[in-house]
């Protein structure tokens, strides 16, 4: 087995028996990073240093056998994640030289546990976008075909864990983030529940909707790496108080019963929806036999309120963006127009300047929804709205265990075919955003290729704090759909 | 809904944001179309329905209330693009 090969579980075997060093494996990735990463694209940061000297004390811990959860195992972070001294942009001009002063609670977590951090991944801009092309550094390409984007906005989290450039990463997912570049880079994706995982650190798009979560090569990966960020923290008082369990037992429960007595649901709003690609289509359609085989039981559901869930988060992701967003004043830290002396002007040539066309657009849309005399009709609207979707999601879970979808409705698309069109765009969130409206989780897996070769996932989302059970079910699922290729040939 | 120029400036105006006169006309037109398909939800029965901020659990989150060091202006201070001694420079304002 070669270096680039390890998944997070072969790698704490073989380090934990002695049989590679941790300074080994990372160097051999940043030998792989430095090959490849030209054609790919995944990072915006890349910290040799520092890993290589983390990878030194994570090997002297192992032979003196204090021996943590990741001890060794080289990781990435989406550039969103604050990390103590290392420059954290956010893919934004307006971050351009910003390094913060402390880490973000999953990064602190990540480094007791022994990771080595090897870099900060590209991104869109502030988490804003489904391609990765709306970053201001540079475009990430898909490494199953670097013509086709790897999806967004974690696109440089899930690139570089499809190219094998770490072990795994971090990404975060407001409206499908993680989810979405997994299903196209071939990789496994998790976005946790609202309030598994502290947002203390992440860098804030839409407070109400922003998790954080792993990207993997496999689920067992997914679940070790959730064993080591979730739990609550003082430091973010929407992180929930409730228990966290030691999620790879959901392999040994897979192990013991198959996937006998889950109930999965199939809504039958998502497979009348516009747009559906014929190829992702026959991958679902596979991945549903897939699943009877293993002995779920699969049934017809319906989320009544589909039709209107792009328009509502485009109203409130938006609005909490325009919120969020407007700390970037040029005075306390980040990017500052100096062209002008006039207060004001200051302020509206450092943004203007600092932030891309696709954050201008939604901090204008934000704006707009929450002035005066359209507050009710757009944002109070949009959140009533959710109120429904949120309560669709309780009525199906009644009867099945997880809701089984495709992640997106066509595989990876071409590298500039939609920037003009955004509201093209967002339609592809189509699947995804559901969860983030109602707070529960999801999972992609791979389930397939397009004809092209392209990865397609598919999604399982299940009950608030019900990892377990996307888990297990994923798990199975990977086990016995049998892919040709996990891993693109760079 | 249509949304005009001047209405986009202004909005942009309150946003503290300044669009460049070649970007204008192509943000006027794609706001317009995002904001025409956002009228959908128009159609949707909201009669009667909470709020999701005010439907979800909402707890008081209480600690102690301990005293801790403050990380003080070096570390407060040390993205500012302008500082002098623990001061924030801004363009003067009182003229």
Aim: charged share 25%; proline share 4%; net charge negative.
């Amino acid at each position: 087995m070669e270096y680039h090969e390890f998944t997070i579980g072969n790698a704490i075997e073989r380090l934990t028996r002695h049989e590679i060093s941790s300074f080994d494996l990372t160097s051999a990735l940043f030998s792989r990073i430095e090959k490849y990463e030209d054609r790919i694209g995944a990072f915006i940061t890349l910290d040799k240093e520092q890993a290589l000297l983390q990878a030194q004390k994570a090997d002297q811990d192992i032979a003196a056998g204090r021996i943590s959860a990741l001890t060794g195992i080289p990781l990435a972070l989406k550039d969103i994640l604050c990390t103590k001294g290392l420059k954290t942009t956010c893919g934004s001009r307006i971050l351009e030289n910003f390094v913060p002063q402390y880490d973000g609670t999953v990064v602190s977590k990540l480094k007791e546990k022994g990771a080595v951090i090897i870099g900060k991944t590209n991104l869109d801009e502030f988490a804003m976008g489904s391609s990765t092309e709306n970053s201001s550094y540079k475009i990430t390409k898909n490494p199953w075909n670097p013509e086709y984007v790897p999806g967004g906005s974690s696109g440089g989290s899930a690139a570089a864990v499809a190219a094998r450039f770490c072990c795994a990463a971090l990404g975060t997912d407001t409206g499908g983030s993680i989810r979405q570049p997994a299903s196209h880079c071939g990789v496994v994706g998790i976005k946790p529940t609202y309030g598994r995982v502290s947002r203390f650190g992440l860098v804030s798009y839409a407070s109400s909707l922003d998790q954080i979560g792993p990207i993997t090569r496999d689920v067992r990966d997914a679940a070790i790496l959730l064993n080591a960020i979730s739990g609550n923290d003082k430091l973010d008082s929407t992180s929930a108080r409730v228990a966290v369990p030691d999620f790879t037992k959901a392999m040994d429960e897979f192990e013991k019963g198959s996937l006998k007595g889950m109930k999965a649901g199939i809504p039958k709003e998502y497979l009348s929806a516009e747009g559906i690609d014929p190829e992702v289509e026959k991958v679902f359609m596979h991945a549903k036999e897939v699943l009877t085989d293993l002995g779920v039981e699969i049934k017809e559901i319906s989320l009544p309120h589909t039709a209107y869930v792009v328009a509502a988060y485009y109203i409130i992701a938006p609005c909490e963006a325009s919120s969020n967003l407007a700390r970037y004043d040029g005075v306390k830290y980040g990017f500052r127009d100096r062209s002008s002396e006039d207060l004001i002007e200051m302020y509206k040539k450092t943004k203007s300047r600092g932030f891309g066309l696709e954050v201008q657009r939604r901090i204008i849309i934000g704006t707009y929804a929450l002035s005066a005399g359209y507050y009710d009709a757009y944002y109070g609207r949009a959140s009533k709205v959710r109120t429904l979707i949120t309560k669709d999601f309780s009525n199906a879970f009644e009867t099945c265990d997880f809701i089984l979808s495709p992640v997106a409705p066509a595989p990876a698309f071409k590298i500039g075919e939609k920037t003009d069109d955004p509201l093209t765009m967002y339609l592809t969130d189509i699947f995804t955003l559901s969860a983030n409206m109602a707070g529960i989780p999801g999972i992609s897996v791979p389930a397939g290729y397009s004809s092209k070769g392209l990865p397609i996932g598919i999604q399982m989302m299940a009950r608030k704090f019900d990892e377990m059970s996307l888990l297990r079910a994923g798990y199975g699922f990977e086990r016995n759909i049998g892919l040709s290729q996990k891993f693109p040939d760079l | 809904m249509k949304i005009s120029k001047s209405e986009v400036e202004k909005i942009a105006h309150l946003a503290r944001l300044e669009i460049e006169d070649s970007q204008k006309e192509k943000m006027v037109a794609q706001l317009g179309n995002i904001l025409q398909y956002i009228d959908t939800l128009k159609d949707a029965d909201v009669d009667g329905v909470r709020l999701s901020s005010e439907a979800a659990v909402m707890n008081n989150v209480l600690r102690e209330d301990i005293l801790e060091e403050s990380p003080g202006p070096c570390v407060t201070l040390a993205n500012a693009p302008d500082k002098e001694d623990d001061f924030y420079v801004v363009p003067r304002v009182v003229k």
